[in-house]
């Protein structure tokens, strides 16, 4: 059952990549520019009526629906990839802190305190002649006071 799923899941991703990178292209474009030329033209023919106006509606409303569902996976899988690049980039530095792997797991409430943690950096930073100077949450006074007292006498942070 779970192979018929992952079976599922693939043709659904390999359709939606096709879809997205097809309905990017400047041929689709050109294929829905003239399609409502088209229509448009036909107007007179259909004395403009109710029906023809429902055709155009109907069409643009499906077509939107559809996408929808296309362009949500699209970035899912574009978000994801992002992720873990940035997670390899992470784990890959000995100067980054790993408590960041991963942090889209992490709650809102807890995404809020990191938040405060690197305004709190940034504040250091922006006291600092280089914006560059601290990078790290644990380091990060440690790290101020190490270069500020190289460059003079080192700044208090403020709680």
Known sequence: MK?????????????SEWVMRF????????IALSSIILWAVSGPIFHFSDTW???????????????????QQSQNRDTLAIHLKLNELIA???D????????????E??????????TKLSALSRDG???HESHSIDEAKNNHETKSAS?????????
């Open 3 to 15: 192979k018929q799923a992952t079976k599922k899941s693939d043709v659904f991703t390999r359709l």
């Open 23 to 30: 309905t990017g292209s400047p041929r689709a474009f050109l």
């Open 53 to 71: 106006q429902l055709v155009i509606n109907t069409s643009t409303t499906i077509i939107t629906f559809l996408m929808v569902f296309i362009i």
């Open 92 to 94: 890959a530095n000995a």
């Open 96 to 107: 980054a802190s790993n408590r960041l792997v991963s942090s889209e797991d992490l709650t």
């Open 109 to 118: 409430e807890e995404l809020r305190v990191l938040k405060k943690f690197y």
């Open 129 to 131: 002649e280089s914006l």
């Open 151 to 159: 460059k003079g006498p080192a700044k208090a942070i403020r709680k």
